[in-house]
């Protein structure tokens, strides 16, 4: 729709337009534009980047090609890859100050530090406010404003992730484990929110998982894949429900007349039925690591096959039979921490195995490995998924 509008403000104004876009195609009409750039493949930014193949703008590419869930493989590995080495080394105030504010160094930036801190702060402005100031931020060379903006951005995402807890709160309690599809639907989630909530419902349930927030008269929907089922397609199956839909195959948004979300999430569920959905994702071990190999060599090593992401996960190793030492909760009691021989470890959102787990108790483990740079000092810790 944004498209066809640019197209006749342009003949209007007696300019050429260029259109990039990397969403699915919808229909056959297509704007009137000098030229059109398209590709599903990269993200939005990395098409418009095509245009100009600055070195100097990978850093951004890096940061929206991750912020985007785009596949780390193929051409989108390189630039990430190569934009993570700009991001590194950047002189941009903005990000500089933005670092500063969220406690992570320049030197030590990975896929991880753009996908969990630097783009949801971003992202948070506009989830709630507008997105202007996050480009302001990008592109101020006053340090003092890249301070002040910094600190704003912060202190909405601070808030963004305060109303996301409380929204998937409520979804989980909406659940029907029974389906092969969540579509889940409140008055009290913010638009702004709940891609945050089906991205959350669809990894803890393995299941494809639609958020919805109702409105009098028009919902805002967000959905996110889980890997098995292209969401713009399944969506636009209901096309007729819809007032407009847009995306790609692993996300997709969407407006629905309020009167049609019942109808709509009956139609999804009664189509998914005919899929083989699992119970609960399936842990794929890349490979069983002896105790004895269990190094910051080998951490190193692994780092290698850097940047990490959508298909191309860190690699999930298992070890048997490690004791439990130093068992505790962190993080308002949500996380597990401890050793297990002598390893440091942590357990996101574990903190109530707490409950059923006793020092010297011998466990089979599941695990990523992480060097962790506390105090200037590098030292081997585990990022557990999985404790039998």
């Known amino acids: 729709i944004v498209a066809f509008e640019q197209a006749k403000y342009a003949q209007k104004l007696g300019l050429d337009l260029i259109i990039t876009d990397h969403h699915e195609p919808q229909g056959t009409k297509r704007p009137d534009a000098f030229c059109k750039i398209h590709s599903i493949k990269i993200c939005g930014t990395a098409v418009a980047w095509t245009l100009f193949k600055d070195e100097e703008l990978l850093d951004l590419v890096a940061m929206a090609t991750v912020a985007d869930m785009m596949p780390l493989m193929g051409v989108n590995r390189v630039l990430v890859k190569e934009g993570l080495k700009k991001l590194n080394q950047t002189k941009r105030v903005g990000l500089l100050a933005l670092f500063n504010e969220a406690?992570?160094?320049?030197?030590?930036?990975?896929?991880?530090?753009?996908?969990?801190?630097?783009?949801?702060?971003?992202?948070?402005?506009?989830?709630?406010?507008?997105?202007?100031?996050?480009?302001?931020?990008?592109?101020?060379?006053?340090?003092?404003?890249?301070?002040?903006?910094?600190?704003?951005?912060?202190?909405?995402?601070?808030?963004?992730?305060?109303?996301?807890?409380?929204?998937?709160?409520?979804?989980?309690?909406?659940?029907?484990?029974?389906?092969?599809?969540?579509?889940?639907?409140?008055?009290?989630?913010?638009?702004?929110?709940?891609?945050?909530v089906a991205a959350r419902i669809c990894e803890e349930t393995g299941k494809p998982s639609i958020a919805i927030s109702m409105?009098?008269?028009?919902?805002?929907?967000?959905?996110?894949?889980?890997?098995?089922?292209?969401?713009?397609?399944?969506?636009?199956?209901?096309?007729?429900?819809?007032?407009?839909?847009?995306?790609?195959?692993?996300?997709a948004g969407f407006t629905i007349a309020t009167k049609n979300v019942k109808e709509f999430r009956q139609r999804l569920e009664k189509l998914m039925d005919k899929e083989t959905v699992l119970e609960e994702p399936i842990l794929e071990i890349e490979a069983e690591v002896n105790l004895e190999n269990l190094t910051l060599n080998l951490a190193k090593k692994l780092q290698d096959f850097e940047p990490f992401g959508i298909e191309n996960p860190k690699p999930l190793l298992a070890t048997y039979n490690m004791k439990l030492e130093n068992l505790r909760t962190v993080g308002d009691e949500k996380h597990l921490k401890g050793r297990?021989?002598?390893?440091?470890?942590?357990?996101?959102?574990?903190?109530?195995?707490?409950?059923?787990?006793?020092?010297?108790?011998?466990?089979n483990l599941a695990y990523t490995l992480e060097i962790d740079h506390w105090d200037n000092r590098e030292k081997l810790q585990l990022v557990i998924k999985a404790i039998l």
């Open 103 to 196: 406690g992570i160094e320049k030197e030590n930036i990975t896929s991880y530090e753009i996908g969990h801190i630097i783009a949801p702060r971003l992202n948070a402005m506009g989830r709630l406010e507008h997105a202007i100031d996050s480009l302001r931020l990008l592109c101020t060379k006053d340090p003092l404003k890249a301070k002040k903006l910094a600190d704003l951005v912060g202190e909405t995402n601070d808030k963004r992730k305060l109303l996301t807890q409380e929204a998937v709160g409520e979804a989980k309690l909406l659940v029907n484990k029974s389906a092969g599809i969540h579509v889940l639907s409140s008055k009290n989630w913010n638009p702004g929110i709940i891609g945050l």
């Open 215 to 251: 409105g009098e008269e028009h919902s805002k929907g967000s959905a996110r894949s889980n890997g098995t089922v292209n969401m713009v397609k399944i969506i636009r199956s209901c096309e007729d429900l819809l007032v407009a839909v847009g995306g790609h195959e692993g996300a």
């Open 340 to 363: 297990v021989d002598g390893i440091d470890f942590i357990a996101f959102g574990m903190g109530e195995m707490i409950n059923v787990l006793q020092n010297g108790q011998f466990v």
